[in-house]
């Protein structure tokens, strides 16, 4: 479950890491079973805490429902950089 999704969020952590100056995190656990993804809104700063951290739990049906909203928080976060940062894409954010 949520494969693909941790495929499309993994593709888009690596364009913040390579498009942007925003940091980004990105984890997986085989033990649980899970993805962890920590943001930034600006550069990585040592002991800066990030703004923003995503569990998406890959084999849990308990948490299924939260591990999907985690995984669209973490997409838009993460589109909101990429329009924010040097991407070239011709949108619009609300910003942080």
């Known amino acids: 479950m949520f494969e693909e999704e941790i495929k499309e969020l993994f ?9 942007t100056d925003f940091f980004v995190s990105f984890g997986i ?7 962890d993804i920590d943001v930034m809104n600006s550069k990585w700063e040592p002991g800066k805490i990030p703004d923003a951290h995503y ?3 890959t084999d849990s049906e308990a948490l299924e429902e939260e591990s999907a909203e985690q ?19 011709n949108a619009e954010s609300d910003r942080f």
Request: proline content about 3%; charged content about 20%; hydrophobic content about 45%.
């Open 29 to 35: 656990g085989a033990h649980v079973h899970f993805c």
């Open 71 to 89: 995984c669209k928080l973490a997409k838009a976060h993460l589109l909101r950089l990429l329009i924010d940062g040097r991407c070239p894409l």
């Open 11 to 19: 593709e888009l952590s690596w364009r913040v890491m390579n498009e």
């Open 55 to 57: 569990t998406i739990y």
